[in-house]
């Protein structure tokens, strides 16, 4: 079953560049740029992902983008990630890209931007795989810290599809950042946003109705709430979810209690993402094979969440 999940062909739209980083990788750009890691060695690095929560997991995901200094650094990150992609059959692929991470260290924004577009360009030319950039901003930092973000990528318009909106989600509503969503969506971007992970179902409406978002990325809460389920549902509005991520970060305790296959069979256009794969213990086929061993998936199910990943493009 492995394999033939492997071999469906798939999009991948909920994905973190940054969370693609594996601990062979990081330990050679910390090397290359003489960065002084907290950990002894890639083993000691991955028991370190032994981590209780969203925010635990985002403190070492921060930490460990610190390696991430050059161009080349961003090229060979973004490389890496569509190497997996090509080994899995993922065909087009939509990762997010968060400027603030790096700027807010002293990275100019062009420098992590142009080692990424490149890495795409060439994953264009060289891997047959399509691609789309979204821009996110950091829900954890300032409405007013998302919009120097926005100004910043003006100049690149081209590069981006959509912008987004993720790390820690409670205390942090998608309202909080309506004026600069407003103003990205004047610009020509599309929209798109994390919500209902850890935040309750009212940040999916927040996300639905006053961003305007044309995908939900996570969204699992949804199901706590049945009139936006039918929402979901009447709109076909897509949903990205993240089984190993959701399980790993203990929005459920196990994967056989994910509600994903249940969204499916109620007509929810779910999607199969893997988020940050190098910290949540899988890529794309390892979270469709979760769902397989856990939940039962059938091949049936897997073929219409593959084509689900599919008509959910940004990027037709």
């Known amino acids: 079953m492995y394999d033939w999940l492997n071999a469906l062909p798939k999009a991948e739209l909920h994905l973190h560049l940054e969370g693609s980083l594996e601990p062979e990788l990081l ?17 000691t690095l991955r028991r370190a992902y032994d981590f209780g929560n969203l925010q635990e997991f985002l403190d070492l995901y921060y930490a460990g983008a610190d390696v991430l200094r050059t161009e080349q650094d961003f090229y060979d990150l973004t490389w890496a990630y569509l190497q997996r992609c090509k080994a899995q059959n993922v065909i087009h692929t939509e990762p997010f890209f968060d400027p603030q991470t ?32 979204i821009l996110s901003f950091l829900r954890h930092l300032s409405e007013d810290e998302a919009q120097k973000t926005l100004d910043q990528a003006l100049p690149f318009r081209d590069a981006f599809v959509a912008v987004g909106l993720d790390s820690s989600e409670m205390g942090h509503p998608p309202s909080k950042f309506q004026r600069v969503f407003d103003r990205a969506r004047g610009e020509g971007f599309l929209t798109v946003a994390h919500a209902g992970e ?16 044309e995908r939900i990325d996570h969204g699992v809460r949804a199901i706590e709430d049945e009139r936006l389920m039918q929402r979901i549902i009447d709109e076909q509005i897509p949903l990205t979810v993240c089984p190993l991520s959701n399980t790993k970060l203990c929005v459920f305790d196990h994967m056989s209690q994910h509600n994903i296959l249940d969204m499916l069979e109620r007509g929810v256009k ?40 599919l008509d959910a493009r940004l990027v037709k």
């Open 270 to 309: 779910v999607t199969v993402n893997s988020d940050d794969p190098a910290y949540f213990g899988g890529y794309v086929t390892e979270n469709f094979y979760a769902l397989h061993e856990h939940l039962g998936m059938s091949q049936d199910q897997a073929q219409r969440l593959a084509q689900n990943s």
């Open 102 to 133: 790096h700027t807010d260290r002293g990275i100019p924004f062009e420098v992590a931007l142009n080692g990424i577009r490149h890495a795409l360009d060439d994953g264009r030319k060289q891997l047959g795989i399509s691609s789309g950039l």
């Open 198 to 213: 850890e935040g309750p179902p009212e940040y999916i409406w927040e996300a639905l109705d006053l961003l305007k978002i």
């Open 27 to 43: 330990f050679a750009l910390a090397e290359r740029n003489k960065v002084t890691l907290p950990w002894h060695d890639v083993e």
